[in-house]
């Protein structure tokens, strides 16, 4: 997918008005009220159309009509839906013509899918992934469609805070969290305390708890790989948030430790814009240094 760095998943923000000093207890009472669980779920049926039997019986309507009204609530909900996104989703086309046409049954999938998402921050992702797909048709299976289906916006946020710290090799389908190095056993070194380091990725916001909640999500494998040992002098060229990092191995036998994305991960990493943090690689390369030249 040759999607733009500017393509990036937007914060979810939550106004909050300032309580003036004059707000009187009613007020108060009022407002805890609103946000009851009760009313909350009221309000949830009402939208759905499955609040008339809450009504007294004598202005029920029958539960046939109850059923089409529900019925006709549904369509309108999913049109709506889907009609944000395409909405959305024109903004992310480009008017250069597309390596090949599109396919509508991919794109039959697409509506099945994403039509019920209602959330605006999802349908924004939803929008990126249709526009992705349009411009270079094969960029998201139908695979990776359910699996974001699934996810949350926790979840979606977890994806791109994962992002923000991994690195990426020139091909783009390589995306691993790297979690350390050592230098495999031999006669000199076997004693050696530092023969591996180890990368905190806690320290970035991704302890083990998130490394599972990725993995659970089929966004990451939750076991550790390892690259082939390195002889002294080999290179592994790297990118993080678009930064170009040169690692060099400095002594023989050297192993580079981290956590693959899956091809879903992979796929899914396309929504999410390269930002370099600097912070990250500053850290990336102190500790890397033991065994790397960068």
């Given at each position: 997918m040759?999607?733009?760095?500017?393509?990036?998943t937007h914060?979810?923000?939550i106004d909050v008005e300032?309580?003036s000093s004059?707000?009187?207890?009613?007020?108060?009472?009022?407002?805890?009220s609103?946000s009851s669980?009760?009313?909350?779920?009221?309000?949830?049926a009402?939208?759905?159309?499955?609040?008339?039997s809450?009504?007294?019986?004598n202005?029920?309507l029958?539960?046939?009509e109850r059923?089409?009204k529900r019925?006709?609530?549904?369509?309108l909900r999913k049109q709506?839906n889907?009609?944000?996104?395409?909405?959305?989703s024109?903004k992310?086309?480009s008017?250069?013509v597309?390596s090949s046409?599109a396919?509508?049954d991919w794109?039959?999938?697409?509506?099945?899918?994403?039509?019920?998402i209602?959330?605006n921050?999802?349908q924004?992702?939803w929008?990126?992934?249709?526009?992705?797909e349009i411009?270079?048709p094969?960029s998201f299976?139908?695979?990776?469609?359910?699996?974001f289906?699934?996810?949350?916006?926790?979840?979606a946020?977890?994806?791109?805070?994962?992002?923000?710290?991994?690195?990426?090799?020139?091909?783009?389908?390589?995306i691993r969290?790297?979690?350390?190095s050592y230098?495999?056993?031999?006669?000199?070194?076997?004693l050696n305390k530092?023969?591996?380091v180890?990368?905190?990725l806690?320290?970035?916001?991704?302890?083990?708890?998130?490394?599972?909640?990725?993995?659970?999500?089929?966004l990451?494998y939750?076991q550790?790989?390892?690259?082939a040992p390195?002889a002294?002098g080999d290179?592994?060229?790297?990118?993080?948030?678009?930064?170009?990092?040169i690692?060099?191995?400095?002594k023989?036998?050297?192993?580079?430790?981290f956590?693959?994305?899956?091809?879903v991960?992979?796929e899914?990493?396309q929504?999410?814009?390269?930002?370099p943090d600097?912070?990250l690689?500053t850290a990336?390369?102190i500790?890397?240094?033991h065994h790397f030249?960068?």
């Open positions: 040759t999607t733009d760095n500017n393509c990036s914060p979810v923000t300032p309580e004059n707000t009187t207890n009613e007020n108060q009472q009022s407002k805890k609103a669980t009760q009313v909350q779920l009221l309000n949830l009402k939208n759905f159309g499955l609040a008339d809450l009504k007294p019986e202005k029920q029958p539960i046939e059923m089409l019925d006709r609530y549904t369509h709506s889907m009609e944000a996104i395409i909405e959305k024109i992310y086309c008017e250069h597309a046409k396919d509508p794109f039959s999938n697409f509506i099945e899918l994403a039509e019920n209602s959330n921050v999802m924004d992702l929008a990126k992934i249709l526009a992705g411009s270079n094969g299976s139908l695979k990776t469609l359910r699996t289906k699934n996810l949350a916006i926790h979840d946020k977890l994806l791109a805070k994962a992002c923000a710290v991994a690195v990426k090799d020139k091909s783009k389908r390589n969290l790297l979690s350390g230098q495999k056993p031999g006669l000199f070194n076997l530092q023969r591996a180890d990368f905190k806690s320290e970035f916001g991704l302890g083990y708890g998130e490394i599972l909640a990725l993995s659970d999500n089929n990451l939750a550790e790989t390892e690259l390195m002294k290179e592994i060229a790297l990118r993080q948030g678009g930064s170009p990092i690692l060099r191995a400095k023989n036998g050297i192993v580079l430790r956590y693959k994305f899956t091809v991960g992979v899914l990493a929504l999410i814009g390269d930002k600097e912070e690689l990336l390369k500790k890397l240094s030249d960068s």
